[in-house]
């Protein structure tokens, strides 16, 4: 399988439908690598015509801005949106619903405008338009999972529906945890937490939500963001429970269904 | 006379506190207005978020349409009070007017029911975030004394009906029951002290307002109006910095005259919005937030909630010396360190749960980020990790030092 870079896309002369962001965590965590390359996969298989930008993508400057350094995320910023423009974005498909909030609701502001969807929302529509095609045999059919809402994809940004409807198409039994939606708790990466030490408490963040998914008793816990799926499998591998739970991204789940 | 000196007293309480307001920096949210005032019905009218929880929001409701309509009351109580005259809607108003005081006993009793509920179960029931210590001292005495006023007003209001005897509305005639033995002078007595009372007692409430957690009834309206319409995920750009980094990119249009702005962030009141700053004053200390948060629900130092009660107590602080000195003078005090520390800012993850909670459209995580831009723009401070992140993100455009050359690596294994 060819992924296409956009310089390459340029040098012959097309233009993709879509670039997918592939974010930092996705490009270089080994664990996160794994959700974008089932992503890839994904937009291969049911023919979406699609780019990445490659060594040319970078940091969005989330972390940055939200530990309180603008500078340093204004200089990203300026630097991703150059090279955005350059190549006349026009719309943009993400797997992290950081880097999904920042291009879409901060990039604007500093002369950046694209159509910036999350994989979960591009899944939906990939599924509802037919373009994915799951296997006579679906695997997942009737099994129990738990889905575990980001902050920033849910709270921040109010889609709830999205990742739910995928798993649905599934045929999957979705059983919510006590605190969901709206109401559901934190991994603990958020606001850069992820690159530094918790403060001192009773419990971790990561540990409580673990419990909660734990307590849900389902096979599977589903994420959308590569760092609540870091958190969620750290918790639950701390009360050592991962041969009963097992933390898997939407796309993950999708891909293995595929025709 | 009492009305006027209790009509004066509120008036200048109130626009000292919108002077105190109006400390804050400008900014526009007036855009949008149909968008605002369906927020408004909603979120303030509406009381939507209170319907998180049904049981609650039920019982709120009979204290908040009890205070709005049993306040139609009052201007008769008022007038009557003025004019010498006893009932004076009455004639006017006929067979309705029985109709309308019976809703207002109705009301009066589900107000004095749903008081003493909250008053027993705030101070019984070991909710986490009634016997939180953000509340010790003054602010769980402050919610007690409301709550014990308003059972006051309300069985003064339901007496003063009892004892008119030419009366016979639905809930007092239940009261007056009990009178029977009492003689027209005794009966009259009693209902000249309720009536005096129960007056004294509104215009006494009416001026607390301003000093206690209470002032949400008021200021949860503007507040709905002026919230973020923006998705919830949206910072709040930052021009200053963002010219300084066009400008070192492209140094050619930097304008001659160009200052450095003069600080990043908020380290005081003063450097915060006056929507923050109205947010303190309609925080009514109830703490969804804090009970909602990731933080504090695992121990940590973090408390939503206590982030608007610091920000309230130093706004007033700082309203205080400003009209003592004619001008704000230096009090080698800020918001940041002596009121809201570090370890406090640093838990907190952005993940909205706090702003989503607020029935009144606060936003603590706004005043948050506001004082971490300072902490780490104007103090440098950081932890080291975060240092180490910054510098992978500047030199390796990721937050972890892998190479730069190696983020297409993946491509290679599909």
Same mark, same amino acid.
């Given at each position: 399988?060819?992924?296409?870079?956009?310089?390459?896309?340029?040098?012959?002369?097309?233009?993709?439908?879509?670039?997918?962001?592939?974010?930092?965590?996705?490009?270089?965590?080994?664990?996160?690598?794994?959700?974008?390359?089932?992503?890839?996969?994904?937009?291969?298989?049911?023919?979406?015509?699609?780019?990445?930008?490659?060594?040319?993508?970078?940091?969005?400057?989330?972390?940055?801005?939200?530990?309180?350094?603008?500078?340093?995320?204004?200089?990203?910023?300026?630097?991703?949106?150059?090279?955005?423009?350059?190549?006349?974005?026009?719309?943009?498909?993400?797997?992290?619903?950081?880097?999904?909030?920042?291009?879409?609701?901060?990039?604007?502001?500093?002369?950046?405008?694209?159509?910036?969807?999350?994989?979960?929302?591009?899944?939906?529509?990939?599924?509802?338009?037919?373009?994915?095609?799951?296997?006579?045999?679906?695997?997942?059919?009737?099994?129990?999972?738990?889905?575990?809402?980001?902050?920033?994809?849910?709270?921040?940004?109010?889609?709830?529906?999205?990742?739910?409807?995928?798993?649905?198409?599934?045929?999957?039994?979705?059983?919510?945890?006590?605190?969901?939606?709206?109401?559901?708790?934190?991994?603990?990466?958020?606001?850069?937490?992820?690159?530094?030490?918790?403060?001192?408490?009773?419990?971790?963040?990561?540990?409580?939500?673990?419990?909660?998914?734990?307590?849900?008793?389902?096979?599977?816990?589903?994420?959308?963001?590569?760092?609540?799926?870091?958190?969620?499998?750290?918790?639950?591998?701390?009360?050592?429970?991962?041969?009963?739970?097992?933390?898997?991204?939407?796309?993950?789940?999708?891909?293995?269904?595929?025709? | 006379?009492?009305?006027?000196?209790?009509?004066?007293?509120?008036?200048?309480?109130?626009?000292?506190?919108?002077?105190?307001?109006?400390?804050?920096?400008?900014?526009?949210?007036?855009?949008?207005?149909?968008?605002?005032? /369906?927020?408004?019905?909603?979120?303030?009218?509406?009381?939507?978020?209170?319907?998180?929880?049904?049981?609650?929001?039920?019982?709120?409701?009979?204290?908040?349409?009890?205070?709005?309509?049993?306040?139609?009351?009052?201007?008769?109580?008022?007038?009557?009070?003025?004019?010498?005259?006893?009932?004076?809607?009455?004639?006017?108003?006929?067979?309705?007017?029985?109709?309308?005081?019976?809703?207002?006993?109705?009301?009066?009793?589900?107000?004095?029911?749903?008081?003493?509920?909250?008053?027993?179960?705030?101070?019984?029931?070991?909710?986490?975030?009634?016997?939180?210590?953000?509340?010790?001292?003054?602010?769980?005495?402050?919610?007690?004394?409301?709550?014990?006023?308003?059972?006051?007003?309300?069985?003064?209001?339901?007496?003063?009906?009892?004892?008119?005897?030419?009366?016979?509305?639905?809930?007092?005639?239940?009261?007056?029951?009990?009178?029977?033995?009492?003689?027209?002078?005794?009966?009259?007595?009693?209902?000249?002290? *309720?009536?005096?009372?129960?007056?004294?007692?509104?215009?006494?409430?009416?001026?607390?307002?301003?000093?206690? /957690?209470?002032?949400?009834?008021?200021?949860?309206?503007?507040?709905?109006?002026?919230?973020?319409?923006?998705?919830?995920?949206?910072?709040?750009?930052?021009?200053?910095?963002?010219?300084?980094?066009?400008?070192?990119?492209?140094?050619?249009?930097?304008?001659?005259?160009?200052?450095?702005?003069?600080?990043?962030? *908020?380290?005081?009141?003063?450097?915060?919005?006056?929507?923050?700053?109205?947010?303190?004053?309609?925080?009514?200390?109830?703490?969804?937030?804090?009970?909602?948060?990731?933080?504090?629900?695992?121990?940590?130092?973090?408390?939503?909630?206590?982030?608007?009660?610091?920000?309230?107590?130093?706004?007033?602080?700082?309203?205080?010396?400003?009209?003592?000195?004619?001008?704000?003078?230096?009090?080698? /005090?800020?918001?940041?360190?002596?009121?809201?520390?570090?370890?406090?800012?640093?838990?907190?993850?952005?993940?909205?749960?706090?702003?989503?909670?607020?029935?009144?459209?606060?936003?603590?995580?706004?005043?948050?980020?506001?004082?971490?831009?300072?902490?780490?723009?104007?103090?440098?401070?950081?932890?080291?990790?975060?240092?180490?992140?910054?510098?992978?993100?500047?030199?390796?455009?990721?937050?972890?030092?892998?190479?730069?050359?190696?983020?297409?690596?993946?491509? /290679?294994?599909?």
């Amino acid at each position: 399988m060819k992924v296409n870079t956009m310089a390459e896309m340029m040098a012959d002369g097309t233009t993709p439908e879509v670039l997918f962001w592939v974010g930092c965590a996705g490009s270089f965590d080994q664990r996160a690598q794994k959700i974008t390359k089932a992503f890839a996969t994904i937009l291969d298989k049911a023919g979406v015509n699609y780019a990445i930008l490659g060594k040319e993508e970078a940091c969005t400057g989330d972390p940055a801005r939200r530990a309180g350094n603008e500078f340093m995320f204004q200089m990203m910023a300026y630097q991703n949106i150059q090279t955005l423009n350059g190549y006349q974005i026009k719309k943009i498909v993400t797997t992290c619903p950081h880097c999904f909030n920042t291009l879409k609701n901060e990039y604007p502001a500093l002369g950046g405008h694209y159509d910036v969807i999350h994989h979960t929302q591009f899944l939906q529509e990939l599924i509802e338009n037919g373009k994915i095609k799951f296997t006579d045999t679906n695997e997942w059919k009737g099994k129990q999972i738990t889905y575990h809402d980001s902050c920033y994809l849910g709270r921040a940004n109010d889609i709830y529906e999205a990742p739910r409807k995928v798993l649905e198409s599934l045929d999957m039994e979705l059983i919510e945890m006590k605190r969901c939606k709206s109401k559901g708790l934190c991994c603990g990466a958020g606001g850069a937490q992820m690159f530094k030490e918790e403060e001192k408490g009773d419990k971790r963040i990561n540990t409580e939500r673990a419990d909660e998914a734990i307590a849900a008793q389902t096979s599977y816990v589903a994420s959308a963001c590569p760092f609540c799926n870091t958190m969620l499998t750290d918790g639950i591998k701390n009360r050592k429970e991962e041969v009963n739970t097992e933390v898997l991204d939407i796309a993950e789940i999708i891909a293995q269904a595929i025709q | 006379m009492i009305t006027s000196l209790a009509l004066f007293l509120f008036s200048k309480k109130l626009l000292r506190i919108r002077s105190n307001i109006l400390m804050g920096k400008d900014f526009s949210a007036n855009d949008e207005p149909i968008a605002r005032w /369906k927020n408004v019905f909603l979120l303030a009218l509406g009381q939507k978020k209170m319907f998180r929880n049904p049981m609650v929001a039920v019982l709120h409701l009979f204290v908040y349409v009890g205070f709005i309509v049993i306040n139609i009351e009052l201007l008769e109580i008022v007038i009557d009070g003025l004019l010498g005259t006893h009932r004076l809607f009455e004639p006017y108003l006929g067979a309705s007017y029985t109709v309308l005081i019976n809703i207002f006993e109705i009301l009066a009793l589900l107000v004095f029911i749903a008081c003493v509920v909250f008053l027993v179960r705030r101070n019984t029931l070991k909710l986490k975030r009634f016997i939180s210590k953000d509340l010790n001292g003054w602010p769980r005495s402050d919610a007690n004394y409301i709550l014990i006023t308003e059972i006051v007003l309300m069985s003064l209001f339901l007496l003063m009906n009892a004892c008119s005897i030419e009366n016979n509305f639905i809930v007092s005639s239940q009261i007056q029951l009990y009178l029977k033995g009492m003689s027209a002078y005794e009966l009259n007595l009693i209902e000249k002290t *309720a009536w005096w009372l129960h007056i004294i007692g509104i215009y006494a409430f009416m001026n607390y307002l301003p000093y206690s /957690k209470h002032l949400h009834i008021l200021l949860a309206f503007p507040n709905a109006y002026y919230a973020p319409l923006a998705p919830k995920g949206m910072m709040h750009n930052m021009p200053a910095v963002q010219n300084e980094v066009i400008y070192a990119m492209h140094p050619e249009l930097a304008p001659a005259d160009a200052a450095a702005p003069s600080s990043f962030g *908020a380290k005081d009141v003063m450097d915060l919005t006056w929507k923050n700053l109205m947010d303190a004053y309609s925080c009514t200390e109830c703490g969804r937030c804090s009970a909602a948060c990731p933080a504090n629900s695992t121990g940590k130092l973090l408390s939503p909630r206590k982030i608007m009660m610091a920000t309230r107590d130093r706004l007033e602080e700082v309203g205080k010396n400003s009209i003592l000195n004619k001008g704000f003078k230096e009090d080698g /005090k800020s918001l940041l360190n002596d009121y809201i520390s570090v370890e406090e800012l640093r838990a907190c993850t952005t993940c909205n749960a706090c702003v989503e909670e607020c029935p009144v459209s606060i936003s603590p995580l706004d005043i948050i980020i506001e004082l971490r831009r300072s902490l780490i723009m104007e103090q440098s401070n950081a932890p080291q990790e975060w240092n180490g992140m910054f510098s992978n993100i500047e030199n390796n455009f990721a937050p972890w030092k892998f190479a730069p050359d190696d983020r297409d690596a993946w491509t /290679k294994q599909v």
